[in-house]
């Protein structure tokens, strides 16, 4: 089994593991099966993962229960814990969005779901448009002062808006956003590289990153078609989204890449995106033990200047 590694969270000092397990469609949805989720978190903690991600809104609220169980079996102060609000929970005018009543609300709600006392992050997982700014940094600021969370973070923010949440926070003698979590791939790159990043690193943000195979397309799951298992199956948005046929010509000419450096083309999207700067985390999905051990693997993959070269060819920023 590879050897992990950990990655502090932008200037702060607590440290996440590279590769980390998030919940996103997988846990109480595609896995239903208590015992095969238990056992998927089990053997990504042996295996040195210590983060692990979820959120409110993912399978309403089961992908938080179904998580909390699993990681009930385990040292609390070993696990990096964090969820997410923002997103309807119900048909309720207030279940959803950032205000203070119900940033409050959703984090009991999940620290209710997940069984702890805590939750070391809480994202936003948008940003709020239809919230003053001040109100959202005064609610999670409370938050950490109240020791419901040790931080707090935005999801798919711009630049600007991070900027702007740091500036209130100072104003305000608040907490700021310690971690950002984008979207990020070798297909998905411009708004992470160009706007996100450069802010994240002037304000001491960590950035942990989803969809790092960009929802199993780098792959190549997807070369021959769509399998009816598979997540661009279930997804119809996921698949309009992204299945595009210059896309996929692109992943099949990644396998050269991969055969050259042995291993997966899979492994190798991983590791690149765990090589990029400022880059704290990548979250991992998993539907099986075996597809968790072939995700871990990446941490063996040596990307080296021509290989990153060769990346950089076939997938450009622009």
């Not at 871990?296 to 950089?312: I, P, S, Y």
């Amino acid at each position: 089994m590879p050897t992990m590694t950990y990655r502090p969270l932008g200037r702060c000092g607590t440290k996440v593991s590279t590769l980390s397990l998030g919940g996103w469609t997988t846990f109480g949805g595609s896995i239903t099966d208590e015992a095969l989720g238990r056992k998927i978190l089990h053997a990504a903690f042996e295996a040195g993962v210590n983060f692990f991600d979820i959120a409110d809104v993912y399978a309403l609220g089961a992908a938080e229960t179904m998580m909390g169980k699993a990681l009930a079996d385990l040292p609390r102060r070993h696990l990096v814990i964090s969820s997410k609000c923002y997103w309807p929970m119900s048909e309720d005018v207030n279940d959803r969005g950032l205000s203070r009543k119900h940033i409050m609300e959703s984090a009991h709600d999940s620290l209710k779901r997940v069984g702890t006392d805590y939750l070391d992050i809480l994202f936003c997982h948008r940003f709020d448009d239809q919230t003053p700014l001040e109100e959202t940094v005064r609610a999670m600021s409370d938050l950490v002062t109240q020791g419901k969370i040790l931080y707090w973070g935005t999801s798919e923010w711009t630049g600007e808006q991070i900027r702007a949440a740091h500036d209130l926070a100072e104003e305000t003698g608040g907490y700021g956003p310690q971690v950002e979590q984008p979207q990020y791939s070798l297909l998905v790159r411009p708004k992470v590289e160009d706007d996100v990043a450069p802010m994240a690193e002037e304000t001491g943000m960590g950035l942990v990153v989803w969809s790092p195979l960009a929802s199993g397309l780098l792959t190549g799951k997807y070369d021959d078609g769509v399998p009816e298992d598979s997540r661009l199956a279930r997804i119809d948005w996921l698949r309009e989204d992204l299945l595009k046929a210059e896309r996929l010509e692109k992943v099949k000419a990644m396998r050269a890449v991969a055969e050259e450096a042995g291993c997966s083309r899979t492994q190798l999207a991983l590791a690149w995106a765990a090589a990029q700067p400022g880059i704290s985390s990548v979250i991992l999905g998993a539907t099986s033990p075996a597809q968790l051990e072939e995700n871990l693997g990446a941490l063996d993959v040596e990307l080296n200047a021509e290989r990153t070269a060769a990346l950089e060819l076939l997938f450009p920023s622009a």
